[in-house]
């Protein structure tokens, strides 16, 4: 059975490295936590580090953490649906909003449970997905800051997850004036400027991070140690957190090419032979025990660079270790790492057994 394994060791440093960061900044920051798809294992690990407040876009996730922890602060982090809201108040301290309509129910919801919930107001800087636009902001402020049993905490926006828009110092800097503008023209403090995502952690290194931003919420960092903006890893962070381990069930010399009347596979792709090539090659190939439920191929990597993934059915997947310099036999173990949609893929999938080293 392939399993998934999470390194405390290495997640307990990307921590370290990351809080020391913030801290020595006066950052307040949070952890992204949708990538663990609300795995009670792996959210302990990250309660057991010290964190404080943990983000998610499931409710039922957000119940989960609140059932391990009740004083960690949740937020859910994409605008509520109507169907959610009340157990949005009822597990989620702080919600990301862009519609009146939505925090006026959480006003009257929140009124109902005897709370007070938080909201951030989440401004479209570029990137299209949500956020109010920058024209309608002071408008919208208006209508919303003096509803009962909302606290308004900040303001906050979305960058590089949707159109790949990159959280430039003037995006931020663009970001900031708009906390001055509301709190000049109501006369009140916006604590939280949350233009901080993994992307941005590059422009905070290298301090091009305007002061007013106060507010990160990471996620993919913390797992896999990414510089967003180069695509290598942070300096003193790790990238294999996660490593997924897959058991060999079979290994076969066969042809590199099919024979027979092709037409699509599985996955919809059909496979194409040109003219000039040489049908009588063959490579060593080993089968694994996972396949297109559980994974995509593309987001994986084998440890052994001698290794090369050919392609993967719903439950298998194919490898070829012809010029594996390590012999392998059936039932040995074969690590990949793992990109960030690699890992959520495998987090997802019930198939999956989660583990700790």
């Not at 009347?261 to 996955?267: I, K, Q, R, T």
Request: proline share 4%; with cysteine; glycine share 6%.
């Amino acid at each position: 059975m392939a399993f998934i394994k999470l390194y405390r060791q290495k997640l307990q440093e990307n921590y370290t490295f990351l809080d020391t960061l913030f801290k020595a900044r006066n950052i307040h920051w949070g952890v992204v936590t949708k990538l663990l798809c609300g795995n009670s294992i792996y959210l302990k690990e990250l309660i057991a580090l010290g964190v404080t407040e943990m983000h998610d876009s499931r409710v039922s996730n957000l119940k989960k953490i609140k059932k391990l922890n009740p004083d960690i602060q949740t937020v859910y982090i994409k605008p509520p649906s109507k169907r959610n809201i009340p157990s949005i108040v009822q597990c989620a301290d702080l919600s990301f909003n862009t519609e009146i309509y939505t925090i006026q129910m959480l006003s009257v919801e929140a009124k109902k449970q005897n709370k007070t919930h938080g909201i951030i107001i989440m401004i479209e800087m570029g990137d299209l997905r949500e956020g109010v636009l920058g024209e309608e902001l002071l408008s919208f402020y208006e209508q919303v800051f003096s509803l009962p049993n909302i606290e308004i905490r900040g303001i906050g926006t979305n960058l590089n997850c949707l159109s790949g828009v990159m959280p430039t110092q003037d995006k931020l800097i663009q970001l900031s004036l708009y906390k001055q503008l509301i709190e000049a023209k109501f006369n009140v403090e916006i604590p939280w400027v949350s233009g901080g995502t993994s992307v941005a952690i590059p422009l905070m290194l290298k301090n091009a991070r305007p002061m007013a931003v106060n507010h990160f919420r990471i996620g993919e960092a913390i797992f896999f140690g990414k510089d967003l903006f180069t695509g290598l890893t942070i300096e003193g962070m790790h990238n294999d957190v996660f490593r997924l381990y897959a058991e060999i069930i079979e290994i076969t010399q066969k042809p590199d090419n099919p024979t027979g009347e092709l037409g699509e596979n599985v996955a919809g792709n059909t496979f194409e032979i040109s003219e000039n090539v040489d049908l009588s090659t063959t490579s060593l190939r080993a089968i694994l025990d996972i396949g297109l439920l559980d994974m995509q191929p593309q987001y994986l990597e084998s440890c052994n660079p001698e290794i090369k993934i050919v392609d993967a059915s719903s439950d298998m997947m194919v490898v070829d270790i012809s010029n594996s310099q390590k012999q392998y036999k059936v039932g040995d173990l074969i690590d990949f790492k793992l990109q960030y949609m690699g890992a959520l893929y495998l987090l997802n999938s019930d198939y999956i057994e989660k583990i700790v080293e």
